[in-house]
């Protein structure tokens, strides 16, 4: 029996595809689809795992495509890093070199795969003509407020000797390398994205249905907003004073202690002349070594020194004192906190360890609380008690008259609080974008022009190891500068940006990938933006996926472009785990390395296997069985090609029994692959299309015009999946035009609901899926196919079905509990 001779047949289809430019950008699209993977990091040669994602985009792209639309489908690579420099350090060579060599690898494999780029507008992070304009961001966001320069305590990874972003710190260790960090006090550059908290989170509404659920949870969290007030403490002999935030200002007259964080930058001023100065150095030194995590940690035990100092309560007058504890952190509201031991369970607790008094401001409604015998904190709200003229009222009524009065006694202010942090964006690092920002004696912080950017990475340097301060700072040639506006000597910010910079933006350059003017030109910007369907990992939900709406915000504010937000949708793919079960990684050595699999498997191999492995938002073994079964599957197509190339097409005639099946067949595979696609089923898609094939092989008539229309059909539905085999099989059919511009199969609906009808299945009333079955199956069987219906069964997964609504002939809706 004969097989897929694919060796021979990819690269010839690949070049034919190449000489057609069928992959090329349309100028002026009418029907626009810009389909985007996250950006790939060049880490050399691919593994099959890695290439789930690029398969995925791809085979949207070929079916948008070939449905009409204009495609805009690129690739670049996210250049810098500490990999390369890392590779650099170790092999004596420049990360430029490495990181070149890498992208040429995986270029040479995903042009093995026959992925649909338009490789003219090819980018990459570390070229001059793209950094260009990564540097040009930061000027805009220096000259509208948005990039300032801070002393701050940072997260300083050990192992990577560089500064981290809170959003690269995982439960206390650098998201790279797994060091524990720890925090350096160090001058830094910040990108204010605080300004965009509430913007940032508002318009999350948008997104809602179009990004998956867990990414908008995610990110709501992560910005972390909370209504409450700012106090202002005095501290007691001294014109100092510090400002606590807290969502309780019902509370305020039950405030026994303050607490401050170790690192808060007022601190040595308050303790200067404290007896107790010397037992808070010591404390702070050791606090400064643990993690963030250590210091929060909801199981450890809470624990603080007195400071010597005592804060004065603003409405009553009490004496407070002011405790130094690592719990607070200077980054989460002001770095102060007010404690109620009675209504707060962590300030109760701290409370009995330290002996400090505990005074109740508010009564549960129908109890009398004693400090005596209060076993934990009273937390509910309740009935206001010794509280100067709000004795009485209710507690949580009475929240906004308290800012009120703390507003007229010029004390405290209404205030939104946000986890969020301010983008810390300095590194250490070489391999990076530098900042565009030179230091001069007479004028401060000087912006580089325009029109000397970008300001270029020195090259050829001797060492790439940081040694505690940046490495361009110590290169002379590169450091030293007139400055712009004096002509006095000046000096170049020594550090280079966060990768995740370079990340935030590159979806706008695609369109626009040449222009040397203009990061991209109105009528491109128009034109394409923005990303209609996105795709990437989970992993990104608080990183990079928050840095990416916030400059595609920011440029929109400021003109450049017309969309607020980067991405009309998303979608987070699973990973692929080795045979073994866990994620393929080089480490592991459990992957099979895609370049070689094509070579012994072929391209359209390696792609159907990966859509079959499983639905492709959820995570998949690759197996040697799963790569049999798919090449099966396109040898059988392959030798029903033999078979239309050596019959001829009879008139047609009135159609047999046989025919009239493989007509109805034929439709509801239409329908079907058509469906899963546009539902992410991919897997269902490829099952339908080998059922199609099932039905297709033991037809006896090769010369029968529904055979032969049958096969036409099923190379178009397949192209997507397999690219290669289905264009060559439809050159031997005697098509001159190429398989994408052939069009998308529609399905004859008389002849699908000659024998099957459409049931819709909701989940709570929202439409989840589409099924087809005969009209005479039943209640029960129709509820059992609309349980695994693909897109559907994701969201019936690990919950409780209430109730199951069924309507005959019409629809089934599973009613769920949502958590
Ligand atoms: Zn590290
Ligand atoms: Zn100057």
Redesign the pocket.
């Known amino acids: 029996m004969s097989e897929f001779p694919f060796s021979k047949v990819e690269n010839k289809i690949q070049e034919k595809w190449k000489k057609h430019n069928v992959f090329q950008t349309p100028k002026n699209p009418k029907k626009k689809y810009y389909i985007l993977e996250m950006f790939s990091y060049p880490s050399g040669d691919l593994h099959v795992g890695h290439l789930r994602n690029y398969v995925i985009v791809d085979l949207l792209a070929r079916y948008y495509a070939q449905k009409g639309y204009d495609i805009l489908h690129p690739i670049g690579w996210d250049a810098f890093g500490l990999p390369a420099e890392e590779a650099a350090i170790k092999n004596k060579i420049d990360p430029e070199t490495w990181t070149l060599k890498n992208i040429n690898t995986s270029r040479n494999t995903l042009k093995s795969i026959g992925i649909g780029y338009d490789w003219t507008t090819e980018l990459m992070t570390c070229s001059k003509d793209y950094y260009k304009w990564t540097q040009w961001i930061f000027i805009k966001l220096y000259e509208n407020g948005l990039a300032y320069r801070d002393t701050a305590f940072v997260n300083w990874c050990p192992g990577c000797n560089t500064v981290l972003a809170n959003e690269q710190v995982e439960e206390g260790k650098c998201w790279r390398c797994h060091s524990e960090v720890n925090k350096r006090e160090l001058d830094q550059w910040f990108f204010k994205i605080t300004d965009y908290a509430d913007k940032l989170l508002e318009d999350l509404k948008y997104l809602d249905g179009k990004w998956p659920e867990p990414v908008i949870t995610a990110q709501k969290n992560w910005i972390g907003r909370s209504e409450g007030a700012e106090v202002d403490f005095a501290v007691e002999n001294s014109d100092l004073k510090l400002t606590v935030f807290t969502t309780r200002p019902d509370t305020l007259w039950g405030v026994t202690f303050a607490a401050i964080a170790p690192e808060h930058k007022l601190l040595s001023e308050i303790i200067k002349n404290s007896s107790e100065k010397s037992q808070v150095d010591e404390y702070v030194i050791q606090s400064l070594a643990k993690t963030d995590i250590e210091r929060t940690s909801t199981i450890s035990e809470k624990n603080g020194v007195h400071s010597g100092v005592f804060l004065i309560h603003p409405l009553n007058g009490d004496k407070i004192p002011l405790y130094v504890c690592d719990y607070v952190l200077a980054s989460y509201g002001t770095g102060v906190v007010m404690a109620v031991p009675a209504h707060d369970k962590r300030d109760f607790a701290f409370a009995r360890k330290y002996d400090i008094p505990i005074k109740i401001v508010i009564q549960p409604k129908c109890d009398k609380l004693d400090v005596h015998s209060m076993e934990n904190a009273f937390t509910e709200p309740g009935i206001m008690v010794e509280s100067s003229i709000f004795t009485g009222k209710k507690s949580d009524v009475a929240i906004p008259e308290i800012i009120e009065y703390l507003i007229d006694k010029k004390v405290g202010r209404k205030k939104i609080n946000f986890k969020l942090h301010d983008w810390l964006v300095s590194r250490q690092r070489y391999w990076g974008a530098p900042i565009p920002m030179i230091y001069?004696?007479?004028?401060g912080i000087?912006t580089v022009p325009k029109e000397d950017l970008p300001v270029t990475l020195p090259e050829n340097i001797d060492d790439y190891l940081p040694k505690g301060r940046s490495v361009l700072s110590g290169i002379e040639h590169f450091v030293n500068v007139n400055?712009?506006?004096?002509?006095?000597d000046?000096k170049r910010d020594g550090d280079t940006l966060d990768t995740f910079v370079d990340s935030s933006w590159y979806h706008l350059r695609y369109p626009d990938v040449k222009n040397d003017k203009e990061l991209i030109s109105k009528g491109k910007s128009n034109s394409w933006l923005p990303v209609d369907q996105y795709i990437g990992g989970m992993e990104h939900a608080t990183g990079h996926l928050i840095y990416f709406r916030f400059i595609t915000k920011f440029l929109n504010d400021i003109g450049v472009i017309e969309v607020n937000e980067p991405a009309a949708r998303l979608f987070n793919q699973g990973m692929v785990c080795g045979a073994d079960g866990s994620v393929m990684s080089k480490s592991k050595s459990n992957g099979v390395e895609a370049g070689q699999f094509v070579v012994n498997f072929g391209a359209d191999v390696c792609r159907v296997t990966t859509l079959f492995l499983a639905p492709p938002g959820k995570d998949a073994i690759w197996t040697e069985q799963g790569v049999a079964g798919v090449k099966r599957f396109l040898d059988r197509v392959w030798r029903l090609g033999e078979r239309i190339k050596s019959s001829s097409v009879e008139k047609h005639t009135e159609m047999t029994v046989q025919e009239k099946d493989l007509d109805r067949i034929m439709n509801m595979t239409i329908m079907n692959v058509t469906n899963d696609i546009e539902h992410w089923g991919f897997n269902t898609a490829i099952a339908f299309l080998m059922e199609m094939v099932n039905k297709m092989v033991p037809f006896k008539n090769s010369n029968s015009p529904v055979f032969h229309r049958a096969y036409k059909i099923l190379l178009q539905l397949l192209a997507p999946f397999a690219p290669h085999i289905a264009e060559e099989l439809w050159e031997r059919e005697g098509n001159s035009d190429l398989i994408i511009k052939s069009g998308w199969p529609q399905h004859d609906s008389e002849a699908v609901l000659a024998d099957s009808e459409e049931i819709v299945i909701q989940v709570n009333g929202k439409v989840r899926g589409r099924i087809y079955l005969a009209p005479d199956i039943g209640k029960q069987k129709t509820i059992e196919k609309a349980k695994i219906h693909e897109n559907v069964s994701n969201y019936l997964q690990g919950v409780k079905i209430l109730k199951t609504v069924y309507i005959e002939h019409r629809l089934v809706n599973f009613v769920i509990k949502k958590d």
């Open positions: 001069c004696e007479k004028c000087v400055c712009p506006k004096c002509g006095a000046a």
